[in-house]
């Protein structure tokens, strides 16, 4: 069975709109003072191991406008990102690019069919709604949480409205020299 794995960059108040700068919000690009080569080495080998990305329509829009323009700046890694298959659920797009696919109706049962496949691993980034949509179905395996010292006030917060409680085991945490936590969770049971 594949595994997905949500990377999330949020701020210290648990924000995680527009951390790259892609206007959504007035105080975007906020993650860009934290960024060097200790982080970039830990995206590296998350999305390395990875099989295919798994994104929101707003991320994957994002993403198909500037990674296809990278690979001389990016090299390695912007050539993986676009090469590598997406899963893009949206109830807008009807048509996609950047080798995406289309993920339409029921999203839960559709990830859930994606999981299926053996030892296809799908790296879930930012996409906030569909994080939240696959956190309440149960369908998230890890969650590398990036947390930024930084306080914003003001976005979208990572985790939002849960209709039940969903408790999360610490399975390692590390810090960069910028200060970044970075904190791998897996879930765990609910103990009666």
């Known amino acids: 069975m594949s595994r997905i794995v949500a990377a999330e960059y949020v701020t210290a108040d648990g924000g995680m709109q527009d951390p790259g700068g892609m206007g959504e919000i007035e105080r975007g690009a906020w993650s860009n003072p934290y960024w060097n080569n200790e982080l970039a080495k830990v995206q590296a080998e998350l999305l390395f191991a990875s099989d295919a990305l798994l994104l929101g329509r707003v991320t994957y829009e994002g993403f198909a406008a500037t990674w296809p323009e990278m690979e001389d700046e990016e090299g390695?890694?912007?050539?993986r990102m676009n090469a590598m298959p997406k899963y893009v659920a949206s109830r807008t797009l009807k048509s996609a690019e950047w080798n995406a696919s289309i993920i339409t109706g029921d999203v839960p049962e559709a990830v859930a069919r994606l999981k299926?496949?053996?030892?296809?691993n799908l790296l879930l980034y930012g996409s906030?709604?569909?994080?939240?949509?696959?956190?309440?179905?149960?369908?998230?395996?890890?969650?590398?949480?990036?947390?930024h010292?930084?306080?914003?006030?003001?976005?979208?917060?990572?985790?939002r409205e849960a209709s039940e409680e969903k408790p999360l085991r610490l399975v390692d945490v590390s810090t960069t020299s910028t200060g970044v936590m970075i904190a791998d969770y897996e879930p765990e049971p609910i103990l009666l």
């Open 76 to 79: 390695e890694f912007a050539k």
């Open 116 to 120: 299926q496949q053996r030892d296809r």
């Open 128 to 147: 906030g709604a569909l994080l939240n949509t696959l956190l309440e179905h149960d369908l998230i395996d890890q969650y590398r949480i990036m947390i």
């Open 149 to 159: 010292p930084v306080v914003l006030g003001q976005g979208k917060r990572l985790f």
